[in-house]
């Protein structure tokens, strides 16, 4: 099992958390603290629910594919600045599927996602790896909706990643995110909040892979294209800002 990280528009990477890891799900951000605020996202297939280990210490169990801890729209779990470990693990077993390392700066907002089917598909490599999607909560525009795009969708090629305002049937305008590769993460955006049709497409084309309406208020969100059950579109964030 091939297990690593990458880094990718704005850091992206392998990650292990510290042994005095606290849970503290409804903690209020300090960017200029000792803390770093992280959310577990479980996208791997073929897995099942997952235990996440940080530091030795359990971050979160039983985790049920396509969930998250703290659950979307919490806040984030409050953690100890600082390198740490990660590893993620099949609920109820020692066996390590997943495991990596990652420094933690203080005030940082972090997603760990566990993501990858496990093996090389048609597609690509697709092997399980760990994906940190990290921003400094200090540098956020509190007014807008601060998202990220990951495209996790196992053995699809590079897409384009188009913000339509209001409820839309078709593609309009030209896309936010071109040329997404696989496991990749996209540039920071931040819009107005409001109600959007989001539509993920094979890049250099308006065909619709993957369609969701979605209301974005301010706050800071995570917007994973994967299809662990059917292709979609999962939002993972909060509205709770320093």
């Known amino acids: 099992?091939?297990?690593?990280?990458?880094?990718?528009?704005?850091?992206?990477?392998?990650?292990?958390?510290?042994?005095?890891?606290?849970?503290?799900?409804?903690?209020?951000?300090?960017p200029s603290g000792d803390q770093s605020y992280v959310r577990a996202i479980h996208l791997a297939s073929n897995v099942g629910a997952v235990d996440v280990l940080a530091g030795g210490a359990t971050l979160t169990g039983n985790l049920s594919p396509l969930a998250s801890f703290p659950a979307a729209g919490e806040p984030f779990a409050a953690v100890d600045r600082g390198e740490t470990t990660v590893i993620v693990r099949p609920t109820g077993t020692t066996t390590n599927a997943i495991q990596g390392t990652i420094d933690l700066s203080g005030g940082d907002l972090v997603s760990i996602v566990a993501a990858g089917a496990g093996e090389v598909t048609p597609g690509g490599d697709d092997s399980y790896r760990l994906i940190r999607i990290a921003d400094d909560a200090s540098e956020l525009d509190r007014s807008r909706a601060n998202l990220r795009v990951l495209?996790?969708?196992?053995?699809?090629?590079?897409?384009?990643?188009?913000?339509?305002?209001?409820?839309?049937?078709?593609?309009?305008?030209?896309?936010?995110?071109?040329?997404?590769?696989?496991?990749?993460?996209?540039?920071?955006?931040?819009?107005?909040?409001?109600?959007?049709?989001?539509?993920?497409?094979?890049?250099?084309?308006?065909?619709?892979?993957?369609?969701?309406?979605?209301?974005?208020?301010?706050g800071y969100f995570v917007v994973a294209a994967e299809n662990t059950d059917g292709a979609a579109l999962r939002v993972y964030g909060t509205a709770e800002l320093p």
């Open 1 to 30: 099992m091939k297990l690593f990280g990458t880094i990718l528009a704005g850091l992206v990477g392998a990650a292990v958390l510290g042994t005095s890891l606290v849970g503290c799900g409804g903690s209020t951000i300090d």
């Open 151 to 218: 495209h996790a969708a196992i053995g699809v090629g590079n897409v384009d990643v188009y913000l339509v305002p209001g409820s839309a049937e078709a593609v309009t305008g030209t896309p936010v995110l071109t040329n997404v590769a696989r496991y990749q993460v996209s540039a920071l955006q931040a819009v107005a909040p409001g109600s959007y049709t989001i539509f993920v497409t094979p890049t250099g084309t308006t065909e619709a892979a993957i369609r969701r309406e979605v209301t974005l208020t301010a």
